[in-house]
DNA sequence: CATTCTAATGCAACTAAGTTGCAATAAACC
DNA sequence: GGTTTATTGCAACTTAGTTGCATTAGAATG
């Protein structure tokens, strides 16, 4: 699916800010903060790409995920996939899809793993 | 343990307000925010507590949680067991210790589990 | 018990991630 | 092109958590 579309078929208005902000989205491996967004496209408003995740984030266009440090990470909702944060180095890594755990009652939509990254095991 | 013990083995001073602070989360089935201590102890300190929070994350006297909405949520660290965060209601539920999950290179400590508890998948 | 040392407290001021109000702008639809 | 209304961009705000610092009070020593 075009950037184009993701947004549209939501009902969204095709604005530069948006699909500025899917583009690079696209381009990540990994979630990234707003710092981190900013850092690549130092032009963006704070409000603005705030708004954007919180729209896209009920469009199920991306995830937010809480880091350790009190700050949210987004990333592309393409397959469903666990992740890793590790509380030594605060990295946040995408891991591979799991077999998918039911826990009676509950409906599971994601999982997160905390520890210590290989990285940080090492030392 | 008693929470002298639990205070005193790791070098710390025996004060008031952290016999106070294990006392009551040692009551709690949850884990609990500020907020919702301060509820319960309204003289504690603000930076007492969240420095306490710290110096026990340290010495492993308790676990700390990001909540869905920016809020840590704190809790006696006995038993290692995952936890549930329902999106919709936001609360942080203790589950049941679960069979361990290895992940390649990684060293997992705890494990969260994310999407709507059972009272919210029923409404 | 009194003395000394220093960790811990409590208060106020601060920080920073994220939110909100609102006037200006620009998509979308005709 | 003209109208409507979602979205932007700015500044002001909110709030969880942190920090600096003077005061207090554990704990160790004699
Ligand atoms: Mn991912
Ligand atoms: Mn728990
Ligand atoms: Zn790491
Ligand atoms: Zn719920």
Redesign the pocket.
Known sequence: MTF?EK??LN????????KK?LSILTNQKQPI???EYSAIDP?????????????FEQAHIIN?I??D?????FELNETIHPHFICQHCHAITCLNPLPLISLEGYHVESIIFKGKCPLCSDS
Not at 43 to 55: G, N
Request: net charge positive.
């Open positions: 184009e947004i549209t009902g969204f208005r095709l604005t530069a800010p948006r902000i903060s707003f710092e032009l963006i408003d704070k409000s603005t790409f705030y708004r954007t995740m919180q729209s937010g809480e880091s440090e009190g700050k949210r990470y």
